[in-house]
């Protein structure tokens, strides 16, 4: 059961989204939104998000597992009768190049976090032992 009716999804990225796809499909022309229109294209996107994910963990129950994964959602889709590919994809190829740009950036900022917090832990170390040794030496 759904815990609240708020949105699942930030507006300003939805809408940002919602209109990438739309110049990228339809290049020759351009084309507006009315505020209520994105938020019940919102409502039906996030609607139709959360019972595909409904309805796979159904499936990831029925096979006794705990992890919800890619081929549930396949074999749901499947099942539903949704075609995995489209037509045309060059739009959906370009927005998944560039989430896939995003999340290598991503992935390389936390890498170099995680290791410039490991630099600052070994100096700290590095710090707290020589003020030890310091200590323990006589005068």
Same mark, same amino acid.
């Given at each position: 059961?759904?815990?609240?009716?708020?949105?699942?999804?930030?507006?300003?990225?939805?809408?940002?989204?919602?209109?990438?796809?739309?110049?990228?499909?339809? #290049?020759?022309?351009?084309?507006?939104?009315?505020?209520?229109?994105?938020?019940?294209?919102?409502?039906?996107?996030?609607?139709?998000?959360?019972?595909?994910?409904?309805?796979?963990?159904?499936?990831?129950?029925?096979?006794?597992?705990?992890?919800?994964?890619?081929?549930?959602?396949?074999?749901?889709?499947?099942?539903?009768?949704?075609?995995?590919?489209?037509?045309? #994809?060059?739009?959906?190829?370009?927005?998944?190049?560039?989430?896939?740009?995003?999340?290598?950036?991503?992935?390389?900022?936390?890498?170099?976090?995680?290791?410039?917090?490991? #630099?600052?832990?070994?100096?700290?170390?590095?710090?707290?032992?020589?003020? #030890?040794?310091?200590?323990?030496?006589?005068?």
């Amino acid at each position: 059961m759904q815990a609240s009716t708020d949105l699942l999804l930030r507006k300003l990225p939805f809408q940002h989204l919602v209109r990438e796809i739309t110049q990228t499909n339809l #290049q020759k022309h351009e084309i507006r939104f009315q505020s209520t229109a994105l938020l019940a294209m919102q409502e039906a996107a996030e609607y139709n998000l959360v019972r595909m994910f409904e309805e796979s963990y159904l499936l990831m129950i029925h096979a006794k597992r705990v992890t919800l994964k890619r081929r549930d959602i396949q074999l749901r889709n499947r099942l539903m009768g949704v075609s995995s590919k489209m037509p045309d #994809q060059s739009g959906e190829n370009k927005v998944h190049e560039k989430l896939d740009t995003k999340l290598k950036e991503i992935r390389e900022k936390r890498k170099k976090s995680r290791e410039e917090e490991k #630099q600052r832990q070994k100096k700290r170390k590095q710090k707290k032992t020589k003020k #030890q040794n310091e200590s323990l030496e006589p005068v």
